[in-house]
């Protein structure tokens, strides 16, 4: 497994992880983006609210992809879920970026863009 499969699959399972911990019904979807079909990377539930969640764990800034931005939209707007891209920045934890958000910024995600735009996971 490359480096960086490994670090984004531990990323994933730890926020399954949290999320189940806070309450959620969640699920990691394996292989996320190979299907042909808008599957983000951890799906959760809770009390009737279903949150979709594409994950990153980057030391830097990144670009989310368009074609994975879209998919949390189709999310949005085909199942009345929140859509966030995750991003686990190293030793702070999480930062949660609402999609609209990350779309407008042209899908750059920095530090100062998640300190501006970002929340955290208990708020989500």
Known sequence: ???GYRKGYAAELELVHT?????????????SGRINLAS??????????????ECKSRKAAFTVPKEQLDELKEWQQKAGAISYVAWKISRKGWKFIHVDKVIENKGNVGKKFA????????DI
Do not use: F, Q, W
């Open 19 to 31: 999320l189940s911990r806070m309450g959620y019904m969640t699920i990691r979807a394996p292989r």
């Open 1 to 3: 497994m490359p480096a």
């Open 40 to 53: 983000p990377d951890v799906i959760a539930a809770k009390s009737g609210k279903l949150v979709v969640v």
């Open 115 to 122: 300190d501006a735009n970002g929340i955290e996971i208990s």
